[in-house]
Nanobody, 117 residues
Framework: QLQASGGGSVQAGDSLTLSCTAS????????MAWFRQAPGKERNFVSH????????YYADSVKGRFTISRDVAKSTVYLHMNSLKPEDTAVYYC????????????WGQGTLVTVSS
């Protein structure tokens, strides 16, 4: 299971940190990621982090503003969002790909981030 939290309403230029905690068979974690879905649009990739080694990857739209990190002991991934823009408004979902899966196979419930200008 994945439990995401940290969403809220902020002003453009503000910062916000999302967190997502995995429970259950955390020993099989391979990649944890964040996706987002803006109103009326499809869900898009934001960032991911490899559970072993911590290698990260970002969508171009957030590169330089967002930072993904993890706390292995807490089985938690964070998304630190800086310089937020109105176009960052979306429901943010965390996702997990386990070591035996070819794609993300567990999803959190989503947390809403609203950025006003």
């Amino acid at each position: 299971q994945l439990q995401a939290s940290g969403g809220g309403s902020v002003q453009a230029g503000d910062s916000l940190t999302l967190s997502c905690t995995a429970s259950g068979r955390t020993s099989s974690l391979d990649v944890m990621a964040w996706f987002r879905q803006a109103p009326g649009k499809e869900r898009n990739f934001v960032s991911h982090i490899r559970w072993t080694g911590g290698r990260t990857y970002y969508a171009d739209s957030v590169k330089g503003r967002f930072t993904i990190s993890r706390d292995v002991a807490k089985s938690t991934v964070y998304l630190h969002m800086n310089s937020l823009k109105p176009e960052d408004t979306a429901v943010y979902y965390c996702a997990v790909r386990t070591t035996t899966a070819n794609d993300y196979n567990y999803w959190g419930q989503g947390t809403l981030v609203t950025v006003s200008s």
